[in-house]
């Protein structure tokens, strides 16, 4: 167990419809990062949060957004969803993933997976 | 980030050693070899890290060659939990490189 929560384990929704996955990152932990995994493009980095803050993008859709709440904990947010977007979506923290902690550890969660019909 | 090279599958016999190799041929000075492994769609899960000196933990052992341009990760006695994909990921200090760049990794089979 990697102390990293995610909800729900799985999701099936409707092409066009919006979800949302939620993250709650280990205890202590200050940046959240979300993956996507597919068949075709393997584990790809969304976007990454710290404190709060937006700190890096990596492949992310304009249809998808994210946010970390005063909490830590941190939602991905999914809109006018298309078969392609299922996937397997995962969250991971570490302790500050800030410049110069390079060596930092991030934890996984074990994934929502998300079916698009 | 370095691009690394990796064995698309290997397969190891239970109770014997692991060896998976890792090429990080442009390996720059500030960069480390991180390795994951993914049991069967869970979560990646954080195997061991270094820079240019051997590791040892719990899980297992990075041997870095002395240029940098290759590395093994050793698992001592392979079980069938040691079934999974196994990442080799090169990862820059620099600003910016926070997150982790996946490669398609080696698929180890321990087969009984």
């Known amino acids: 167990d990697s102390g990293v929560t995610q909800t729900p384990k799985h999701l099936i929704t409707a092409t066009g419809q919006r979800v949302t996955l939620r993250c709650s990152p280990r205890?202590?932990?200050?940046?959240v990062y979300w993956y996507q995994q597919s068949l075709d493009q393997g584990l790809q980095f969304l976007i990454q949060y710290y404190n709060g803050e937006e700190r890096a993008k990596g492949n992310i859709l304009e249809r998808f957004s994210a946010q970390q709440f005063p909490d830590l904990h941190s939602e991905l947010n999914l809109s006018s969803l298309e078969l392609g977007d299922s996937a397997l979506y995962f969250c991971?923290?570490?302790?500050?993933?800030?410049?110069?902690?390079?060596?930092?550890?991030?934890?996984f969660g074990p994934g929502t997976r998300l079916l698009v019909l | 980030d370095a691009k690394t090279t990796q064995p698309p599958s290997m397969d190891c016999a239970e109770g014997r050693a692991a060896n998976l190799p890792c090429n990080h041929s442009t390996i720059s000075g500030n960069e480390y070899v991180y390795w994951y492994r993914q049991i069967h769609s869970q979560g990646p899960q954080y195997i061991i890290h270094?820079?240019?000196n051997n590791e040892t933990n719990e899980m297992a052992s990075l041997i870095i060659t002395e240029d940098r341009k290759s590395s093994t990760l050793i698992l001592p006695h392979a079980t069938l939990r040691d079934t999974a994909v196994y990442y080799c990921i090169v990862r820059s200090s620099g600003a910016g490189s926070y997150q982790l760049t996946f490669g398609k990794g080696t698929k180890l089979s321990v087969i009984p």
């Open positions: 205890s202590g932990d200050l940046s």
């Open positions: 991971a923290s570490s302790l500050t993933g800030t410049s110069g902690r390079v060596t930092e550890t991030q934890y």
């Open positions: 270094g820079l240019k």
